[in-house]
């Protein structure tokens, strides 16, 4: 079965430093790949996604993440964090190649981004 | 607008009862998803549905129950066979299969008294 794996469980950053999240998954064929985000006490929200082409693709509020093939990662990133930033993290993968009878999204364990003002 | 509701946003359960969540969806999407959440496991899927009249176990189904007898409504079930049913709920639904992502719902978070 496929896994995605997410390094951090908690990250505690000051305002304005630089941020990024990891992600690995483990599947071989091809993929999309999705970063959520869920703020305190709200539903979880898409952040960005890859499906082909660039592999840096930019999302809302200033986010972006590199999808790296050779590696299986898909790392976010922020240059500039906000105390807004406050919120859970999660990447999901989903098989993409022809003849995928399901694409269910496959999902790390999150990341808890705490930003101090 | 278009969306997904999830209702009650709480709900209290006595042990050894029966109860049931409404996901509701006017998106048009094919498929509808069940997850549970918990504190550093991330998201877990119990139950999907890609088509009316058929759903599928997911990786932790055991205790859990849902039908789709039309296409906007994947109402789950927590029997009084799931041994932990404390945790957050989330529904989703995508178009197709969901290599497009998902749209989720606001949850219901129930609470075993």
């Known amino acids: 079965a496929q896994s995605v794996s997410q390094h951090n469980h908690h990250v505690i950053l000051s305002e304005a430093a630089s941020l990024e999240l990891g992600c690995n998954y483990s599947y071989g064929g091809t993929v999309n790949l999705f970063w959520y985000v869920q703020y305190p006490g709200q539903h979880l929200q898409l952040l960005l996604k890859?499906?082909?082409?660039?592999?840096l693709v930019k999302g809302i509020k200033g986010f972006e993440a590199e999808f790296i093939k050779s590696k299986f990662s898909f790392n976010l990133r922020k240059p500039s964090v906000q105390w807004s930033d406050t919120a859970e993290y999660f990447c999901a993968v989903t098989p993409a190649d022809r003849g995928s009878t399901l694409g269910r999204l496959y999902f790390g364990r999150g990341t808890q981004l705490t930003v101090w003002p | 607008d278009g969306g997904i509701t999830q209702s009650p946003k709480y709900l209290f359960r006595k042990e050894g009862q029966n109860v049931t969540l409404s996901c509701e969806q006017n998106l048009n999407h094919d498929a509808m998803y069940w997850y549970r959440q918990d504190p550093g496991q991330g998201l877990r899927l119990i139950y999907y549905?890609?088509?009316?009249?058929?759903?599928q176990k997911g990786d932790i189904a055991e205790g859990y129950s849902v039908s789709r007898e039309k296409k906007e409504s994947f109402p789950l079930t927590v029997t009084s066979a799931q041994k932990n049913p404390t945790a957050f709920y989330l529904c989703?639904?995508?178009?197709?299969?969901?290599?497009?992502?998902?749209?989720f719902g606001s949850g219901t978070r129930l609470t075993v008294v």
């Open positions: 549905s890609q088509i009316v009249n058929d759903f």
């Open positions: 989703a639904s995508s178009i197709g299969q969901g290599s497009d992502g998902y749209t």
């Open positions: 890859y499906f082909s082409g660039d592999p």
